[in-house]
Every structure is written in structure tokens, then in C-alpha cells.
């Protein structure tokens, strides 16, 4: 176990053992905890004394499935609360098996420079300059590092957005095939990353040094049953491999809980042009890959990899939140389209999810017309020419909403919702208004519950408490760098049990099921804690207004909980 700290205004490196405040955690439990102990809550998100923190998950680099991910820590210049975000790909696993806990990036580079953080076989860090990469996409950086430190390289770049310091700026991380198309997007931590002058962690693949495991049979034997129950769940084991999440696109708009239109429909029209059948159907007939393989030691491949007319890649994992974003909330429902703008968002190190709202939200004020693809992508790459527009829609919805004086803009503390309109899904609402890091659909999502006809998601009885267990858990699994869709499992007593054994035999410790949640209840604590020190209250924890005030479509609700039960979320 150790840390790996960076000053960029000194160009120092250093590598130190953990210390016990922070033994046993990893992922999203270590970037909160330490951001809330270590972040002055007032700092300038893009100041020197804000901290960008690395952290694989707990499990990350054993030889579990699925457990790849990679979280990023900082104080958003989003939202301006904590935030944390996560990536798949190959960067956690390489992290992982060095046995480096966290990396953290401290101080700010003198304006103008940039380096690259370079981590070698045996764990060896260095400060590289980057100078001759300023500027340059994500596509072909990462191909250019392939090339200079060779093809079992890992790489987590940003893009001109980045550099930029734009707050909806993305950190991409390269997948399987050496692709940058996985990205911890949410919140700007990009533009933190480019704060900081650093352009890039690229990590060798093959160390051999991960943290030693305290009874390594008897975490070969439950790390088996839990893959054996991965592949054995309809949802990872069959769904997520045929159609991954873009299976979601006909279910949500079947509840009637797609925004739509920037959010003035819950359904959309065109959904059968832009589903996950429709989109397997056109990437079988071009000869791409339906199911794909895009990160490390991943059993359930849910990627994708989708082509052009001539077999051409144009995007690899086109998901639903994006396919959401960039198609249903601007109108558009052309796939070929929607493809090409995941591929900008992603050269240029952009979020799909707040960067397609924010297109959409200009839209509806009348600066485009709506289904225009073209005038969509004009706008993105005004994002990375840094055009005042593009300064504009690159500090996300807001901002655009600011410029052209128009009240709907759905977002929470900064941050637009996600592709579950909270009329028709109300626990989902809940979510998106007490979450710690603005509008998440990732912090708490019901649609499972309102799939499986446990809650009616169209009233407010029993949201608040659905959503309080889910955030809870969830903040406990972004602990392990085990993938959500892997999670599914968890669910199951079996599969609870197994990654108990897990967890048990890697520490050799005995940790019991209310062990797991009371992970969860501290990482929010602790993150409620710092914003607020950073000066938000629980009237910070609302949906905008037309939420409460305009019905949507079909179902014609508006958001029905009340503030005073909104306020009972985190009663843990």
C-alpha cells in the first residue's frame, strides 16, 4: 500500500506509505474522505489548493471480475461541492496491480506548462514535460503514447476542453483496445486536471506488485462464486451482453420517463431509431461488435463497438445516458449522428450528459432547432476552439440557460439530471436533489424497483427511503472499483455473501453484512460534511422549479415530494 503525491508547482514526486486514517479504503471512500480532511471546502476548484486524487478501488488489482474502476476525487468547479467520479478501462487494473493506493496531484503548474505522469513497471513515478501535446485530442494522444511507451500502456488524458479549464470538461481513459472512449465525466474534473497542468497518467500494464492478500484460497474460492453469479444474472449475464445500456432507451420511454425536448416530453418519437435493439441491428449489419469487451478482467461486456456504413469505427461504448443526451434531449434520432457526437465528446474530453443538455437547453431557447445534428457538433467544437459560445456551453447548462435568459434548465447544484425524467420516476428526483455530487443517476437509481413492480414511481410513498438505502449502497460499492453492472448481483443473498468472503480474505478481517452499509453511511457523511463547509444547506438539496410546476407528458405528473421529506433523506 502506498501513495503516490505529485506537486505540480515544484514538479516533486514522492511516493509514502498510507497512513492508518486511510488503510482498508479505496475508490470513492478514499477520494471523499481525504478531500473532506485535506481540501480547504472554500478553495478555488481550479487554485492550487485544491487536491486531484487517483484511486483504484479496494478490490481493484486482485483478480476479481470486473473490478477495474478507477475514481477521481476533487471540489468540482461544476457544482462546487465535492465530487467524485469514476472510469472503467485499463487505467484502475494498472494502477491496482502496482500496488499504489492513490495518486495525488497537489500545487498548480506555472501557467503555460504541462506534464505527463508517467508510472514505469516497477512502480516508478516521474514528471514528464508535455509541451509538445498541448493542444491535442484525445484520439491522437493516446495513440501517440501507444507508440512512444508501447502497447501495454494505460492512459487517463484530457482533451482541449480540459486544457481549457471548461467545467464540463471530461477525463478520458483508454479502454482495451487503446482507445479513449471511458471517462470519468461528471463534474469537471477535467478542467481540474488541466488546472493542475497535467495532461496525462500513463501507466505501464505490466506490474506485478499488488497489495498482498491475507488468505489467498479462500479468496480464489468466493472471488469464483461471485463471477460464477455474474454470468448466471439475466441482467449481466444476458442483457447487458446483447444490447449493454442502451436496452434502457425502450424501457424508460415506455414509463414515460424520458426527457425529452429538454425535458418537455417524457417520451420521444424516434426511439425506435436510436434503441439498443435498433443499434445492435445496424452494427451486426456494418460488421462491428455488439458485445465488446472495454475494460480490464470484464465478464460482462456490455461495450460496444459501433461503425460506420463502410465498417469504419466512428465510437466504441455508445451507452444510454449519452445516446440520451446527444439524441433524445436535442431531438435528435439519427444513431449515425449520436455516434459521431459520443466521438467528439470524447477527442475533445467533454461530458456527454451535462455537454447534451446544455446543447439542449440552448435549443429550446431558440439558438438552434431541435433534431439539428449538425448545428450540434458545430456547437461542441466551439467547445474545444474555446469561441465565446463555446466558453459559454463549455460551463454547462447554466451558464447557457444564464445567456439566453431561459428558465429551464435541468440541473441539481450545477450538474444536469440524468435520462430519468424525476416526474415519472419520483424516488429518482430524490436522488438527483440531496445527492452529494449534484444530479447523479449513479448515486441512487430506482428503475430497478419500479421495474420489478416493488415502488409505483409516478407517487411519492416510499422514495425517500428507497433512495436513502440505494445512495447508501452505492457509496459503498464505488469503495470496491467493482463495475455497477457487475454489482447487480449484490442483490442476491449469494451474491452479498461472496463479496463478503472476498473482502475477508483480502484484509483478513471479519466483516459482517452491516458492515457493508455503514461503509456507505460514512463516505456520505463525510461528503454532506465538506459542502457543507463549503456553504451549502438543504435548500441546495431542490430540483429546479418547473420540475414542480410543469407536467410532463404522457403521465402529465409534476415532482410531488415535499421539501420537509426531502429533507429526511440522509436521517441514517
Not at 481493484?60 to 468547479?77: F, M, Y
Not at 483496445?177 to 497542468?197: F, H, I, W
Not at 473482502?503 to 457523511?525: C, E, F, S
Request: aromatic residues 6%; contains cysteine.
Amino acid at each position: 500500500m502506498k501513495f503516490i503525491r505529485v506537486n505540480m508547482t515544484d514538479k516533486s514526486v514522492r511516493t509514502e506509505e498510507v497512513s492508518k486514517d486511510y488503510q482498508g479504503l479505496g475508490g470513492r471512500g478514499l477520494t471523499s474522505i481525504m478531500i473532506n480532511a485535506q481540501v480547504p471546502p472554500k478553495c478555488d476548484p481550479l487554485g492550487p489548493e485544491n487536491k486531484l486524487i487517483f484511486a483504484p478501488g479496494s478490490l481493484t488489482g486482485t483478480s476479481l471480475v470486473n473490478t477495474s474502476r478507477i475514481s477521481v476525487g476533487a471540489k468540482s468547479p461544476l457544482t462546487g461541492t465535492i465530487k467524485e467520479s469514476n472510469a472503467g478501462g485499463t487505467i484502475g487494473a494498472a494502477v491496482g496491480n502496482l500496488g499504489i493506493t492513490a495518486i495525488i496531484i497537489e500545487g498548480q503548474a506555472p501557467e503555460g506548462e504541462m506534464g505527463i505522469l508517467r508510472i514505469d513497471d516497477k512502480g516508478e513515478a516521474s514528471l514528464v514535460p508535455a509541451g509538445e501535446y498541448k493542444g491535442m485530442r484525445t484520439y491522437a494522444f493516446v495513440d501517440k503514447m501507444l507508440r512512444v511507451y508501447g502497447e501495454k500502456t494505460s492512459v487517463l488524458c484530457i482533451g482541449p476542453a480540459g486544457e481549457h479549464r471548461t467545467a464540463v470538461a471530461s477525463i478520458q481513459s483508454s479502454d482495451v483496445d487503446g482507445r479513449p472512449c471511458r471517462a470519468a465525466g461528471r463534474g469537471g474534473l477535467g478542467a481540474v486536471m488541466g488546472a493542475k497542468g497535467l495532461k496525462a497518467v500513463v501507466v505501464d500494464q505490466r506490474g506485478k506488485t499488488p497489495d498482498p492478500i491475507k488468505d489467498p484460497e479462500a479468496f480464489k474460492e468466493a472471488a469464483k462464486t461471485f463471477a460464477k453469479l455474474v454470468r448466471e444474472n439475466p441482467m449481466s449475464g444476458e442483457m447487458m451482453p446483447a444490447l449493454g445500456t442502451a436496452a434502457l432507451v425502450g424501457a424508460v420511454n415506455s414509463m414515460g420517463a424520458f426527457p425529452s425536448y429538454n425535458a418537455t416530453k417524457g417520451v420521444f418519437d424516434g426511439w425506435e431509431k436510436m434503441s439498443g435493439e435498433r443499434m445492435a441491428e445496424i452494427i451486426k449489419e456494418r460488421g462491428g461488435k455488439t458485445t465488446h469487451m472495454g475494460c480490464t478482467q470484464c465478464i460482462v461486456h456490455c461495450s460496444n463497438e459501433y461503425v460506420d456504413k463502410d465498417g469504419k469505427y466512428v465510437t466504441g461504448s455508445l451507452e444510454y445516458e449519452t445516446i440520451w443526451a446527444t439524441g433524445g434531449m436535442t431531438g435528435i434520432d439519427d444513431l449515425d449522428v449520436i455516434a459521431k457526437l459520443d466521438f467528439l465528446c470524447d477527442d475533445i474530453g467533454v461530458d456527454t450528459m451535462s455537454t447534451g443538455v446544455a446543447i439542449a437547453v440552448a435549443m429550446d431557447a431558440g439558438y438552434r432547432n431541435f433534431g439539428d445534428g449538425e448545428a450540434a457538433a458545430e456547437m461542441i467544437e466551439e467547445i474545444a476552439r474555446g469561441t465565446e459560445f463555446g466558453r459559454i456551453l463549455g460551463a454547462g447548462p447554466v451558464a447557457v440557460g444564464r445567456h439566453f435568459n431561459h428558465p429551464r434548465v435541468p440541473v441539481v447544484k450545477g450538474q444536469s439530471i440524468a435520462a430519468y425524467d424525476p416526474r415519472a420516476m419520483q424516488g429518482n428526483g430524490v436522488t438527483y436533489a440531496t445527492s452529494p455530487m449534484g444530479a447523479d443517476h449513479t448515486a441512487g437509481n430506482l428503475i430497478s424497483e419500479y421495474a420489478e413492480g416493488r415502488l409505483d414511481p409516478l407517487k411519492p410513498d416510499g422514495q425517500v427511503e428507497t433512495s436513502r438505502n440505494l445512495q447508501v449502497a452505492m457509496a459503498s460499492l464505488d469503495c470496491t472499483g467493482l463495475c455497477l453492472f457487475a454489482g447487480f448481483v449484490l442483490g442476491t443473498p449469494e451474491g452479498g455473501e461472496a463479496l463478503l468472503k472476498v473482502m475477508n480474505a483480502k484484509y483478513g478481517t471479519q466483516l459482517g453484512p452491516d458492515d457493508v452499509p455503514a461503509l456507505g453511511v460514512r463516505v456520505l457523511r463525510a461528503e454532506r460534511e465538506f459542502n457543507r463547509k463549503a456553504g451549502f444547506t438543504n435548500k441546495d438539496d431542490r430540483l429546479p422549479q418547473f420540475f414542480y410546476q410543469e407536467p410532463l407528458p404522457p403521465h402529465n405528473k409534476v415532482f410531488l415530494i415535499p421539501d420537509e421529506e426531502i429533507d429526511r433523506t440522509f436521517e441514517f
